[in-house]
């Protein structure tokens, strides 16, 4: 049986999402702080994220704003300098959550269509 690397978390972005050049491709990169602990006081444990970026991703850098909540999935690699630990994630896969209170979009026009059911 192969061996599995694999996390999921959520966290809050501590500050906005930026396109950084790695080798011949553009990396979207992002930090992500998550207090697994209930504890407001606790100190957060900080992800350093990448991910692939393309122009056809730019929404990736409106919604990965500072503040915003998001959900995680990706590749963990741990490091260790000195007496600092620092958590990597290659991403797979990620959700950004709308915060509280935030207004949902106008429904789109249905055009013309009739709501009423024939039965």
Not at 10 to 36: H, I, T
Request: with cysteine; net charge neutral.
């Amino acid at each position: 049986m192969a061996d599995l690397n694999q996390i999921s978390f959520s966290g809050r972005l501590a500050r906005n999402a930026e396109v950084k050049k790695l080798g011949d491709r553009d990396r979207l990169s992002f930090s992500v702080a998550c207090n697994p602990a209930f504890d407001r006081d606790a100190a957060p444990i900080w992800y350093s994220c990448l991910d692939f970026y393309s122009e056809k991703r730019a929404w990736m850098l409106e919604a990965l704003t500072k503040g915003a909540q998001v959900m995680v999935t990706g590749k963990l690699t741990v490091t260790e300098k000195g007496d600092k630990t620092y958590h990597n994630v290659d991403v797979n896969s990620f959700e950004v959550f709308k915060p509280k209170g935030a207004k949902a979009a106008a429904p789109a026009d249905a055009g013309g269509v009739d709501d009423e059911i024939p039965f």
